[in-house]
């Protein structure tokens, strides 16, 4: 998806923390992107700079985020400004074949993923696909 903006929603049903986060640039881009992870039920938050690995799956310690279970999550990465051209915001993205916007809601393990969005440069476009933006989940 070649939007500035990739984010989702989720709904944490665990109490623990949200200790890193992954990410693989886009083959096109060297650059980083502001990502952020917000409690939405809480307030606490987390939002910092990262370069990602543009041949892997890159995952980067993050100050955490404490979570309990039934909080309310946004998980977003932005492009920095300055980039240079719109083949450079294409980030990794699930996608249905048939193109039809993603079910939510939808649960793995101890999260269920309510929604996405992508806008910046373009959109919203809503649900059309799940942002391939890992995190690193710490049971306690």
């Not at 109490?15 to 502001?34: P, R």
């Not at 910092?48 to 041949?55: K, L, N, P, W, Y």
């Not at 929604?115 to 476009?125: C, D, H, K, Q, R």
């Amino acid at each position: 998806m070649d939007l500035e903006t990739h984010e989702y929603d989720i709904i944490i049903n665990a109490n623990g923390e949200i200790c890193s986060v992954g990410y693989q640039n886009a083959t096109a881009y060297a650059g980083g992107y502001t990502m952020e992870v917000i409690n939405n039920t809480s307030g606490a938050s987390y939002s910092g700079t990262h370069t990602f690995s543009q041949t892997a799956l890159d995952y980067q310690a993050i100050t955490p985020v404490i979570v309990s279970s039934g909080d309310e999550i946004t998980v977003r990465r932005t492009i920095l400004p300055g980039y240079g051209n719109l083949n450079e915001t294409i980030g990794r993205i699930y996608r249905k074949t048939d193109f039809s916007p993603v079910p939510y809601p939808i649960t793995e393990g101890n999260v269920v993923f309510q929604s996405s969005n992508f806008y910046g440069s373009g959109g919203p476009v809503i649900n059309y696909g799940q942002p391939y933006i890992a995190l690193g989940f710490k049971v306690d």
